[in-house]
């Protein structure tokens, strides 16, 4: 920051054609200018992206029976990072339909699934991608590294858990809820 000023201090000593108000003017609103969209960038936000498409409740459906088996509520934190909740199960015939996560450590060992934070730390990395977030498979117990990108016009999501490199992964397509009149349940 202090370099940009001295750069602006040298431009405007250099061209004397400038009025005197002019360049004063451009030494208060220039900083602002610079730092505004910077400090938002390294918050997570650009100024130039949409309105936030990634928070609302999502479906998630099991990779083997292709049905749905839960709803995921991703929710912005006021620190500017991305979590997700498990708002509701829907079990399979053969299935519990209060599960645990058995296979968990930690403090998650034996606790319920529903309202299970299985989400955390996901951030904003470009207008339509998020990463450096990690996931939980409840029935695994295992955690994963976690990218998503928001395809089809915020209707979708494609979630991606993988270990190390993005390569050695899976990917699952999350739809946006909707309620029964075909509106969004966000």
Known sequence: MKKILKLLFQLIRRHSRLCHSFALHLLVVLPTLIVSPLSLAAM??????????????????????????????????????????????????????????T???????????????????????????????EILDPDSGDSY???ISVIENGQKLEVRGYLGLSFFGRSQIWLRAMNQAGASKN
């Open 145 to 147: 590294r976690l990218r």
């Open 44 to 101: 997570g936000q650009n100024p130039a992206w949409p309105r936030e498409q990634l928070t609302g409740l999502w479906e998630q459906y099991d990779d083997d029976t292709k049905q749905l088996s839960s709803l995921v509520r991703l929710v912005q934190l006021p620190d500017g990072h991305f979590e997700g909740v498990v708002e509701k199960i829907i079990p399979g015939p053969d299935e519990d339909p209060d599960p645990k996560c």
């Open 103 to 133: 296979k968990c450590e930690g403090v998650r060992k034996n606790q319920r699934v529903l309202g299970m934070q299985i989400i955390t730390n996901l951030r904003r990395t470009d207008v339509m991608r998020y990463e450096k977030g």
